[in-house]
Nanobody, 126 residues
């Protein structure tokens, strides 16, 4: 079992920044990749970014590339998502999730997830 707890969400104006954190506990050694996903009201959950805890490889969706940065502090079992130049369309509940590998999350998105956090709400006002 792996427990994931997100934090750092909130209300921010367009153009502002937030840093989300995802703290993992439990059998974290079995989680080789962590991804951030988001779900806006009335929309499907979508992948945002992925990081490999094994070698630090990263992936970003085009919608956030150049604005968001994912990073990992393996000693603290925590993954961060630095979000800059936020837009109203970034408003969503943000979830972190684990998967057995980076490739699984890359190729299968949410279908490759084995554990989900409960999410943190990000609201970007115009």
């Amino acid at each position: 079992q792996v427990q994931l707890v997100e934090s750092g969400g909130g209300l921010v104006q367009a153009g502002g920044s937030l840093r989300l954190s995802c703290a993992a506990s439990g059998r974290t050694f079995s989680s080789y990749a962590i991804g951030w996903f988001r779900q806006a009201p009335g929309k499907e959950r979508e992948r945002v970014s992925i990081i490999s805890r094994r070698d630090g490889s990263t992936y970003y969706e085009d919608s956030v590339k150049g604005r968001f940065t994912i990073s990992s502090d393996n000693a603290k079992h925590t993954v961060y998502l630095q979000m800059n130049s936020l837009k109203p369309e970034d408003t969503a509940v943000y979830y972190c999730a684990t998967a057995p590998s980076f490739i699984v999350l890359l190729n299968h998105g949410s279908y490759g997830v084995d554990y989900w956090g409960k999410g943190t709400l990000v609201t970007v006002s115009s």
